[in-house]
């Protein structure tokens, strides 16, 4: 006895059979082969999808109010916003079938179509795909099309089949004869190039007005133009969630087509559960990989899991989608690239306009001497619009907010793997690309720490001064004298939040000043070569009294831009050597000491010797090696570790 076909499976192949329906010439006029192309992908989604982890969609408010009745007077549309690799596509295909099962209890029947946009899709190919589904089901009406065919060739409009005006006027005048509930299901509305997206939107807008019964259901990766043209609807916003990522392993584990010992399954599990954070196509790619690989002893999967490999697919995909929001232009994909070549590095996430100064930096760093000019060229919603596939969902009104980073680890893992330039035929380990990558932020962060305005003008203005002289600890206006309580478990930016805050920015320091100060030194102990760093850059910058050591000194202090500081950090005890021994690697520190004239001006007096001092005070005691000190400085040095020991 043969089991019952799913009514959804059914359903896709029902929109096959119009090509043996009367009049296949219609079916050819409508790209016959696009159809194809889509109940393949629907069929592959239905096979990999787990159903548990798409059950949360039909509780959320925004999804039961647009469904309500047939006849809600509701909002028609909804849409789905989730980060590339969210599971979005899986997601729809769940909503499709689910919206399918109920209406097998209305009468008259709802319909239920979609449609799948991937790399090459049009727009007509989408209209076609929804007439040629429409026909499938209201045959009556094919005859009307045939005509209008027939009387657009005679107006002399040669292939009607692809004309946009054409197939939207017969589909509008489908719906609106339609007297029953409609669903579209449109996944994947960022695919479609920036022309093809307004068009169809617009035309939907027409098309509810003239078909009410109808309801669209649309997702999208987060982008601001999209957003813009979807405008206030109903949304739903797929954001990362352990629980469903265990269940879409345990799915994907399940499938793997030979049997794994129960504790192998286990550590898949668990491993690929933590990693996931909500990226649901890595997780199905990363078995597929282990899958193809056919390993199952404990300690071999051990070593795939402790050393994810990027799987080639996902390699392309990501490469694709560079491709895509560049339109290949060599200005966009120049700014692209070296936005996530620094998000692939940065130390905290970056706000937009960060990241905007900084890429603007990184490609313009020769013409630019000052933050005037550099304001100038920064443009965030550039930035933010060519790299959307490959950041976290953000708040696009707030540009000052750190919120920018990288979606999934596998995005970094593709930036280091595939945009780190390297000498030709000369392949460089993921160490030798990490400091490359490093070496390129520092050169940043140094150049915006030497722009003008940074040794002209001090951070602090007089007021500021003298309020940071009051204690901050009592607030003289309040009669509560209990003080603050600090936990084990409060971060610094909620212990700051009472705090009297500045703002760098106001003082003419610019957006990238803060992250520039507190982390350039981050950026320079990574690097463990000296010949990517430009020492020269590297001794202006902490040039011991300039205005400039004072400034990035005291803004490294205040990380948060709360007035009163969080650490020790004086800048009159600095120089190039110093700075170097507590921040530098051992090769840099070395280096410094081999290469450069230490009784020069840009160096302390008794320069090793103030930096042996910071060294015992903060460092690393084994690097008194390395410094060439007399007998008597060494003594000294000697006789203030064994005191600090004591201590």
């Not at 056919?294 to 994810?308: G, N, Q």
């Not at 596998?410 to 690309?433: A, C, Q, Y």
């Not at 003419?508 to 507190?518: N, P």
């Not at 007998?631 to 040095?637: H, P, W």
Request: hydrophobic share 40%; proline share 5%.
């Amino acid at each position: 006895m043969s089991t019952p076909m799913n009514p959804s499976v059914r359903s896709s192949m029902n929109y096959l059979a119009v090509m043996d329906a009367n009049d296949p010439e219609v079916a050819g006029w409508l790209s016959y082969q696009k159809q194809n192309e889509q109940s393949a992908v629907h069929q592959s989604l239905q096979g990999r999808r787990a159903n548990a982890a798409c059950e949360f969609l039909l509780k959320q408010p925004q999804f039961i109010k647009w469904y309500g009745d047939a006849d809600s007077a509701g909002s028609q549309w909804l849409k789905i916003i989730g980060d590339m690799g969210s599971g979005k596509s899986v997601l729809m295909s769940f909503l499709h079938d689910k919206l399918l099962r109920r209406s097998q209890l209305q009468i008259p029947q709802a319909k239920v179509y979609y449609y799948y946009s991937q790399a090459g899709n049009s727009y007509v190919s989408l209209l076609s795909t929804f007439i040629l589904c429409l026909l499938t089901d209201f045959s009556a009406k094919r005859k009307v099309l045939s005509d209008c065919y027939e009387q657009a060739r005679s107006r002399g409009i040669m292939k009607p089949g692809t004309n946009i005006k054409f197939l939207q006027e017969n589909l509008t005048t489908i719906l609106s004869d339609l007297d029953r509930p409609i669903f579209f299901a449109i996944d994947g509305l960022d695919e479609f190039d920036w022309e093809s997206r307004k068009k169809l939107l617009d035309f939907l807008q027409i098309l509810s007005n003239k078909a009410p019964r109808l309801k669209v259901v649309i997702s999208s990766r987060p982008d601001d133009q999209i957003s813009k043209l979807l405008g206030e609807m109903p949304t739903i916003n797929i954001l990362p969630d352990a629980s469903r990522d265990a269940i879409i392993v345990q799915k994907a584990v399940r499938d793997i087509p030979y049997e794994l010992p129960s504790e192998v399954q286990k550590l898949i599990i668990g491993a690929l559960s933590d990693l996931a954070k909500g990226s649901a196509i890595w997780t199905s790619m990363v078995v597929q990989l282990l899958s193809q690989r056919r390993i199952k002893k404990f300690s071999v999967v051990k070593k795939f899991l402790d050393e994810i490999p990027l799987p080639d697919k996902l390699n392309t995909l990501y490469n694709d989608s560079i491709a895509l929001y560049t339109q290949n232009e060599p200005g966009n994909k120049e700014i692209a690239t070296r936005a996530l070549k620094i998000l692939a590095v940065v130390h905290r996430p970056l706000s937009m306009s960060e990241l905007a100064w900084a890429v603007a930096l990184g490609i313009n760093g020769d013409d630019v001497r000052d933050v005037e000019s550099l304001a100038d060229i920064a443009d965030h919603d550039r930035v933010v619009s060519l790299i959307q596939p490959f950041i976290a969902s953000i708040d696009e009104a707030d540009s000052r907010r750190r919120q920018v980073r990288l979606v999934h680890q596998s995005v970094k893992d593709f930036i280091v793997k595939s945009l780190v330039t390297h000498e030709e035929g000369n392949e460089p380990s993921i160490e030798r690309r990490m400091e490359i990558l490093e070496a390129e932020m520092l050169d940043i962060c140094v150049r915006y720490l030497l722009l003008d305005e940074v040794d002209n003008r001090p951070l602090f203005s007089d007021e500021l001064l003298a309020i940071e002289a009051l204690p901050q600890e009592t607030e003289l206006f309040k009669d509560n004298d209990k003080p603050n309580e600090y936990t084990t478990n409060c971060t610094w930016d909620k212990w700051e939040e009472g705090a009297i805050h500045y703002d760098p920015t106001e003082r003419g320091f610019g957006e990238f000043f803060v992250y520039a100060s507190c982390h350039w030194v981050d950026h320079f102990g990574a690097i463990t070569t000296p010949s990517l760093i430009d020492f020269a850059s590297i001794e202006k910058l902490c040039q011991p009294g300039s205005t400039r050591i004072h400034n990035w000194i005291e803004q490294n202090r205040r990380p948060g831009c709360a007035l009163q500081p969080r650490i020790e950090f004086d800048p009159s005890l600095y120089d190039p050597l110093s700075i170097t021994a507590l921040f530098g690697s051992t090769a840099t520190f070395r280096h410094m000491i081999e290469k450069s004239d230490l009784k020069d001006e840009k160096f302390l007096p008794e320069s090793a010797l103030r930096a042996a001092e910071q060294i015992v005070e903060w460092g690393d005691v084994a690097r008194l090696d390395l410094l060439p000190l007399d007998e008597k400085a060494r003594e000294l040095v000697t006789s203030k570790t064994a005191a600090k020991q004591v201590v």
